[in-house]
């Protein structure tokens, strides 16, 4: 076995969105480091839904047409609220 990145975990969005509305994502080919930063010093990471069909924001995060559907952000900031709260609890 080789030691890789460590992995990531977010218990706060299940706390707050509830277990049935946060999906996990299917293993994929690229990479993320972020892991290695919360050896050093806590941190959260996590991805947002953002887009919204009916609005017509639907683009992916590297397309130039991508947007944002700022209703979801509350959801986002309601995550990061808990994580803190719960960092800040122990």
């Known amino acids: 076995f080789r030691e890789g990145v460590p992995v ?6 299940a706390e707050v969105l509830g277990r049935e509305n946060v999906h996990y994502m299917i293993p994929q080919m690229g990479g993320e480091d972020f892991g290695l930063f ?7 990471f996590m991805r947002i ?15 130039p047409h991508f947007d944002v559907d700022e209703a979801s952000l509350v959801a986002g900031v ?7 709260r719960a960092y800040l609890a122990d």
């Not at 990531?8 to 969005?13: G, H, I, K, R, V």
């Not at 919360?38 to 959260?44: E, F, I, L, R």
């Not at 839904?49 to 397309?63: L, M, R, T």
């Open 8 to 13: 990531c975990t977010n218990d706060a969005a």
């Open 38 to 44: 919360t050896q050093k010093t806590p941190g959260t």
């Open 49 to 63: 839904g953002v887009k919204n069909p009916e609005k017509g924001i639907v683009h992916k995060g590297h397309s």
């Open 78 to 84: 309601e995550v990061f609220t808990e994580a803190i």
